[in-house]
């Protein structure tokens, strides 16, 4: 059912998400259809003319060393004018290249926001201008439930050593119930989710807080923890309750042996 719903919903995404095989200047204009957002407070939608004018093209610059991304707030609305999906999170690329690890992190002030809201389907893309890197999310909705059913990911690099050719990173992960929750509520997890989208290209997401189809007023709902932080959350307990029973063994120990020694001197 889920190949069913993917594979429809391919003519969404042709049409949503700009293509690798599209020219720059196509890339600087939005679908017909398609809304924009700039990811800023006001999210106002970016017109034809905005975007070709203030069109300037960085290619992501890959760092050597690990940095934590800066968190964003992306919020797609309906054609009705209400958010059917809000995430927030920090995005941090993780390409490997030469042997070892680099390093992009999505900037949230450079982002485009894009995507599709139906009855049990929705998409959420962001892109940076000229298509250079792009973060795709595919919902679905199932009774009370929401999920990503895919995640698509690449980013165009500037080459990371001279002489190096230019390279695009691209993957993607497919999964029957990822970032699940009930509608109306919102999944949120502190604890780092690393996605293996391909063997080159890994995203790191963290932390991460989503919602989808019904988000109202544009708040989150009641939030439902990840498996990562519960499991935090148990092991603390976990070493606090063994912290403190063995601490009471060692006060009860003392005890017995002074009161044993008390009685021995009480004989003599």
């Not at 006001?42 to 093209?57: K, P």
């Not at 390279?167 to 497919?174: E, I, L, P, R």
Request: with cysteine.
């Amino acid at each position: 059912m889920i190949r069913g719903y993917i594979g429809g919903c391919l003519f969404f995404l042709a049409a949503i998400c700009p293509e690798d095989k599209q020219t720059q200047s196509d890339r600087f204009l939005p679908p017909s259809g398609v809304h924009f957002q700039r990811n800023d407070s006001s999210a106002q939608a970016v017109s034809h003319s905005e975007l070709t004018f203030e069109a300037h093209i960085e290619q992501p610059v890959l760092q050597p060393s690990e940095a934590a991304p800066r968190i964003g707030t992306y919020m797609l609305k309906n054609p009705a004018g209400k958010p059917c999906i809000k995430v927030t999170m920090g995005a941090e690329y993780i390409v490997l290249e030469k042997k070892r690890s680099w390093y992009f992190n999505l900037e949230p002030s450079r982002v485009i926001s894009s995507g599709y809201c139906g009855k049990d389907a929705a998409v959420l893309c962001l892109t940076l201008l000229g298509n250079v890197a792009r973060l795709q999310f595919t919902f679905r909705k199932e009774k009370d439930l929401f999920f990503v059913t895919n995640l698509t990911a690449h980013v165009s690099p500037l080459p990371v050593c001279q002489g190096c050719a230019n390279k695009t990173y691209s993957g993607s992960v497919a999964h029957d119930k990822l970032f699940a929750a009930a509608d109306g509520q919102s999944f949120k997890c502190k604890s780092e989710n690393v996605l293996f989208t391909s063997s080159e290209l890994r995203i790191k997401l963290v932390p991460l807080q989503m919602q989808a189809f019904s988000v109202p007023k544009g708040q989150y709902g009641k939030e439902v923890e990840c498996w990562a932080d519960f499991n935090k959350w148990v092991i603390a307990i976990s070493m606090g309750a063994i912290v403190v029973t063995f601490i009471l063994i060692v006060v009860l120990t003392f005890l017995f042996i002074r009161d044993h020694r008390r009685h021995s001197y009480d004989r003599l």
